[in-house]
């Protein structure tokens, strides 16, 4: 009984007693362990553990809260570096892609220094929707009176040949691929010299040219480019319309069969230009784009004797 009614000023007492002495202890200049009472010596020693846990803890906590501030400021650091990473690239693609543009069209202005036909750029704005189109539509740089309704005045490019020009509306011109049934363009091998008529095969899953009237006697083999000879009213001579793909030489007939890729990728196509004049047609030369008319021997009219 008596110990419960003096144990709380027992608690009071020891409550003040211990700071005390820890603050006597902190201030006593004496560090030396020799120097001190006996009371210190105990208070030292209870003390010691606590104040290492407390200085261990204290550290610890000190070196949590700089590192999660430190991890705040670098997760900022690296969303800031991302968002102009991003910037960055998305400007490095835009400058290809304008690097991209200026070789293309110093590319067609060195064509069109070369040629000396007159020419008209233009922009493809329009395609068909199916996968291996056969008419794209095109709007001119500067209006021309000689692109008519019809007038299948020769689309070209830098890579060659892309077809004629079709219906004309205001400064939309449609143009009707090279690979399109019903176009063709008179051509030569340019390692052999041997001659064709290349007409486009109109298959709707791929992009193909047949070469009619080729000799059976031609050299022709896989990988040949041909190229346009100038005959005709249409293409001046040297241009790129397609590269040979397959060679069969029949056992019978005047003809082989032989398959040609178009050296266009009609699917990048982005700017073409327009031949709105070329030299004169030589007399007696068929229109390209027409069959020609085979002779008696079954020969076209230049190769019949």
Known sequence: MNLKRYRDA????????????????????????????????VVMKLIAPIQ?????????????????????????????LAAETSRLRARVSKL??????????????????????????AQVIAKDTVEFFRVAQVTLDKPSDAI???????????????????????????VQL????GSGVDVVDERTGARGFARGTGDETKYQCKIEFVSRTDSVEVGDLLVTSGHGRRFPPGLPV???????????????????APTVDMSRLQEVLIVVSSPANPAGEPEEGEKPAAGKDGKPPEEAP
């Open 10 to 41: 027992i608690v009071v007492l020891l409550a003040l007693a211990v700071p005390f002495w820890f603050l006597r202890y902190n201030l006593n200049p004496k560090r030396d362990p020799r120097g001190l009472s006996g009371p210190d010596r």
């Open 52 to 80: 290492f846990a407390a200085a261990t803890a204290a550290h610890g906590l000190s070196t949590w809260v700089s590192d999660y501030f430190y991890l705040v400021d670098v997760k900022k650091n690296n969303a800031d």
């Open 96 to 121: 290809e892609g304008l690097e991209a543009e200026n070789r293309r069209l110093r590319g067609l202005l060195q064509l069109k220094n070369h040629l000396t036909a007159d020419l008209v750029s």
């Open 148 to 174: 008519r309704n019809n007038a299948k005045l020769p689309v070209i490019t830098l890579d060659g040949v892309v077809g004629t020009t079709g219906k004309v509306a205001g400064d939309t011109v449609e």
């Open 178 to 181: 090279v690979v399109d049934a």
């Open 242 to 260: 397609a590269r040979v793909i397959s060679v069969e030489k029949k056992s019978f007939g005047l003809y082989q069969s032989v398959v040609a």
